[in-house]
């Protein structure tokens, strides 16, 4: 029985590579910081990754095909993850708690009164996406 990160990386090489390409991923990438997609487009990675969450809720993780869809999830996670970082840059060093690296140096737009004034900062150059530098609510100012 191969272990998570062996499965992982096979069904990547046997199903997720051909459906979806470098290439392709990357376009989606791309195509979400740039344009706010809606969250039901079926190109946006948002999209995918709660269909199969939800799926592998729905069916059970005591069931095989539950575990699938976790599994599924899971590698759609790593390829987004890495479409990311080939389209917006490396990652930061690993070990770091959650919510640690808040040198971020981004523009603060505001402040966010739920969290004592804590800054907003905007998270995408082409949107006018925003978050808490403290809660991380996800949030659009003018």
Not at 29 to 49: M, Q, S, V, Y
Not at 71 to 77: E, F, L, P
Request: glycine residues 6%.
């Amino acid at each position: 029985m191969p272990d998570v990160h062996d499965w992982i990386c096979d069904e990547r090489k046997q199903y997720a590579d051909s459906k979806w390409p470098a290439e392709n991923e990357d376009a989606v990438t791309r195509e979400t910081i740039g344009a706010n997609r809606p969250h039901d487009d079926p190109l946006h990675w948002r999209f995918w990754l709660e269909q199969y969450l939800s799926r592998s809720l729905l069916l059970g993780w005591d069931t095989p095909n539950g575990r699938q869809a976790l599994g599924k999830y899971a590698t759609t996670v790593v390829q987004m993850l890495e479409s990311v970082r080939r389209v917006c840059g490396e990652l930061p060093a690993p070990g770091h708690p959650s919510g640690e690296i808040k040198q971020w140096a981004l523009p603060q737009v505001g402040t966010h009164a739920i969290c004592n004034d804590a800054p907003i900062m905007r998270v995408m150059r082409h949107t006018q996406l925003d978050i808490c530098s403290n809660c991380f609510q996800i949030m659009a100012l003018p």
